[in-house]
Nanobody, 124 residues
């Protein structure tokens, strides 16, 4: 079992930055791909970014490319999402997820464990 706890969300203005963290416990995540998803009210959960088990490969949604960066520190069993140039449309509950294998991509089916989420609200 893996427990994932997200932190770092908050209320910011458009153009600001936030760094989300996802701390894992219960077992090491160093052998697994990790991802971030988000869900806005009334919308389906959508893929934001993913990172391979080594951290050498990353993937991100077109809507966040050039603004969001996913990274990981396997020694700390933690994954990060650096979010820059935030927009009001980035407002959502952000979830961290642990993959079922070393390479997880944009499908929720690639992931076996989910955190409870951290709220990000961007005002205009």
């Amino acid at each position: 079992q893996v427990q994932l706890v997200e932190s770092g969300g908050g209320l910011v203005q458009a153009g600001d930055s936030l760094r989300l963290s996802c701390a894992a416990s219960g077992r090491t995540i160093s052998n697994y791909g990790m991802g971030w998803f988000r869900q806005a009210p009334g919308k389906e959960r959508e893929f934001v970014a993913a990172i391979s088990w080594t951290g050498y490969s990353t993937y991100s949604a077109d809507s966040v490319k050039g603004r969001f960066t996913i990274s990981r520190d396997n020694a700390k069993n933690t994954v990060y999402l650096q979010m820059n140039s935030l927009k009001p449309e980035d407002t959502a509950l952000y979830y961290c997820a642990a993959g079922r294998g070393p390479f997880a991509r944009g499908s929720t089916a690639d992931y076996g464990y989910w955190g409870q989420g951290t709220q990000v609200t961007v005002s205009s």
